[in-house]
C-alpha cells in the first residue's frame, strides 16, 4: 500500500489539493451566499454586478433603452431591450463558480508563488470578462435572432465560457511543465 502511495503521490497531491481548495473556496462563496440571504430575496452582489455590467456593453454596442431590473420574484435579474425580455441573470450566470473551478485547478498545479497568484488573478478576470460577452452575445442573438436562442443558450453558453477556462488550463499546464523541467 505504501509503495502505491508513493509511486502515485503526484496524482493524490493533484486530487488532494484541487479537491481541498476546491471544497474550500466553494464552501467560503456558498457562506457569503447564506448570509446574503435575507427576508427578502436579492440576487448577490456579484450576480447583480454582471447583469448591470452586461447591460452597459449592450448599450455601448448600440442598443437603445436596455434596461437592467429585479425580477418580481427576486432571484434573478431581467436583462431587457425596448421592454423585450431577453436573459434572466442568476446566481449560475456570474462565473463565481467557474472561477472557483479555474483556481482549484491552478492551485493543484502550484508553481512558483508571484506567477501562479498572478495567473489566477489574470485568469478570473478573463474568465469574468468571457462571462460578460457570452451574456451579450447571447441577449443579442436572442433579440435579433430570437430563432436561434436554444442554440446559443445550450450550446455556445456553455462552450464559450469552459473552453476558455480549459485553454487557460492548458496554457498554465505548459508553464508549469516547463518549470519543472528546469
Same mark, same amino acid.
Given at each position: ?7 502515485? #503521490?503526484?496524482?493524490? #497531491? ?16 456558498? +457562506? ?29 454596442? +448600440? ?24 436573459? +434572466? ?91 519543472? #523541467?528546469?
Amino acid at each position: 500500500m505504501l509503495s502505491l502511495i508513493k509511486k502515485y #503521490r503526484l496524482v493524490l #497531491r493533484f486530487i488532494f489539493i484541487f479537491l481541498g481548495s476546491y471544497f474550500l473556496f466553494s464552501s467560503l462563496y456558498n +457562506g457569503f451566499l447564506i448570509l446574503y440571504d435575507t427576508e427578502n430575496p436579492v440576487p448577490d452582489p456579484l450576480t447583480q454586478l454582471v447583469a448591470r455590467q452586461s447591460g452597459t456593453v449592450m448599450q455601448g454596442l +448600440g442598443y437603445e433603452n436596455v434596461e437592467v431590473v429585479m425580477h418580481y420574484t427576486g432571484l434573478s435579474m431581467k436583462l431587457m431591450v425596448n421592454d423585450y425580455f431577453l436573459a +434572466g441573470i442568476v446566481e449560475g450566470c456570474n462565473s463565481a463558480s467557474i472561477i472557483i473551478l479555474f483556481t482549484s485547478f491552478i492551485l493543484a498545479f502550484f508553481g512558483r508563488t508571484v506567477s501562479t497568484l498572478l495567473y489566477i488573478l489574470a485568469g478570473s478576470v478573463i474568465i469574468y470578462v468571457i462571462n460578460i460577452i457570452r451574456i451579450v452575445i447571447l441577449a443579442v442573438s436572442i433579440y435579433e435572432y430570437p430563432q436561434y436562442s436554444n442554440i446559443m443558450h445550450s450550446i455556445f453558453f456553455p462552450l464559450a465560457i469552459y473552453g476558455t477556462v480549459l485553454i487557460l488550463w492548458l496554457i498554465w499546464v505548459r508553464i508549469y511543465s516547463q518549470w519543472k #523541467r528546469q
